[in-house]
Nanobody, 124 residues
Framework: QVQLVESGGGLVQAGGSLRLSCAVS????????TGWFRQAPRKEREFVAG????????YYSDSVKGRFTISRDNTKNTAYLQMNGLKPEDTAVYYC?????????????????WGQGTQVTVSS
């Protein structure tokens, strides 16, 4: 059974930073692409960032490009999302997800497994 567990969320002031982690167990993490998504109240889940299995390719939404950095450590079966310059509009539940392919996708339905999410709240 594949399990993803996010951690690192919390309350931070605007301009601050947080680092989210996603620990994956139960499958060959190093062979699959990983994505981070977020969902704010009354909004659809949206793509934030993605990373290929080898970490050679990364993708970001326009809203976070230049502020967020996605990475992974395949030896630890863990993906990360470093978030700098946080804004109140970044407030959401953040989810990590993995898919059974090497290529990153940007839509939620293309991912196979999901974590339970971690709340990020940015105060103004």
């Amino acid at each position: 059974q594949v399990q993803l567990v996010e951690s690192g969320g919390g309350l931070v002031q605007a301009g601050g930073s947080l680092r989210l982690s996603c620990a994956v167990s139960g499958h060959a993490f190093s062979r699959y692409a990983t994505g981070w998504f977020r969902q704010a109240p009354r909004k659809e889940r949206e793509f934030v960032a993605g990373i290929s299995w080898s970490a050679t390719l990364t993708y970001y939404s326009d809203s976070v490009k230049g502020r967020f950095t996605i990475s992974r450590d395949n030896t630890k079966n863990t993906a990360y999302l470093q978030m700098n310059g946080l804004k109140p509009e970044d407030t959401a539940v953040y989810y990590c997800a993995v898919r059974h392919t090497f290529v990153v996708a940007t839509t939620p339905r293309e991912y196979d497994y999901w974590g339970q999410g971690t709340q990020v709240t940015v105060s103004s």
